[in-house]
């Protein structure tokens, strides 16, 4: 089935660095989300974005839905221990049952 | 999120018997889905339904069935458990239209 491009598969870093994430599609989506998921759990909402160029904040949180719509970014500023998780990009199809195509996930890792 | 919940969270069973997950909605959302998440992978669209009784498959539904008798409650049914099928199951729903999907905490399920 269709995947999203998402890089990098992990990050490593030390403690208050900014990281960032990207995912990138051959097909053009309406709506990008982004999710993490901690070990044990479910994915959760952190941003949704809905109009090309759209940039969105959630506290240390920014994401970018690109301009040609088949592309979006995560930046999360001043990193701190409870980032650690993985992240997940997911276009959304408008139509229809509003089905969604997964990245497949950046691990992020973080050193104190 | 707290409007999502699936049981059991955790099954351990056999090879060859039936297995039922039960996903319950208190949201009234039109949609849900069920998808299955395995190292490299991703998550995977096993079943959506778009309504009671309304539903269609998706990228992994061999060996899987499903069924929506009420609003809120989305049962995942593996007819006949085989190895291949261990793996951890989330369902999601969604209102629609645009609308982000949420997700419930996952069942880990295991096939000796």
């Known amino acids: 089935g269709q995947q999203l491009n998402q890089s990098p598969q992990s990050m490593f870093i030390q403690e208050g660095e900014d990281v960032s994430m990207n995912c990138t599609s051959s097909?053009?989506?309406?709506?990008w989300l982004w999710y993490k998921q901690d070990p044990g759990e479910g994915p959760v909402l952190l941003i949704a974005?809905?109009?090309?160029?759209e940039l969105t904040s959630n506290g240390r949180l920014t994401a970018q839905f690109g301009i040609t719509r088949k592309d979006s970014f995560l930046n999360i500023s001043a990193s701190i221990p409870s980032d650690v998780g993985i992240y997940f990009c997911?276009?959304?199809?408008?139509?229809?049952?509003?089905?969604?195509?997964f990245g497949q996930g950046t691990r992020l890792t973080i050193n104190p | 999120d707290a409007g999502i919940t699936q049981s059991p969270r955790h099954k351990v069973t056999e090879t060859g018997t039936p297995v039922t997950l039960r996903c319950h909605q208190t949201?009234?959302?039109?949609?849900m889905y069920w998808y299955r998440q395995d190292p490299g992978h991703g998550l995977r669209l096993i079943h959506y339904s778009y309504g009671v009784k309304d539903t269609d498959k998706g990228e992994v539904s061999d060996g899987y069935s499903v069924s929506r008798s009420k609003t809120e409650d989305f049962l995942l049914t593996l007819e006949s458990a085989t190895s291949s099928q261990t793996s951890v199951y989330f369902c999601?729903?969604?209102?629609?239209?645009?609308?982000?999907?949420?997700f419930g905490d996952g069942t880990r399920l295991s096939i000796l």
């Open positions: 949201e009234n959302h039109r949609y």
């Open positions: 974005l809905y109009k090309a160029g």
């Open positions: 097909s053009i989506f309406n709506t």
């Open positions: 997911a276009g959304q199809e408008v139509q229809g049952a509003q089905k969604l195509v």
């Open positions: 999601a729903m969604s209102g629609g239209a645009g609308q982000p999907q949420h």
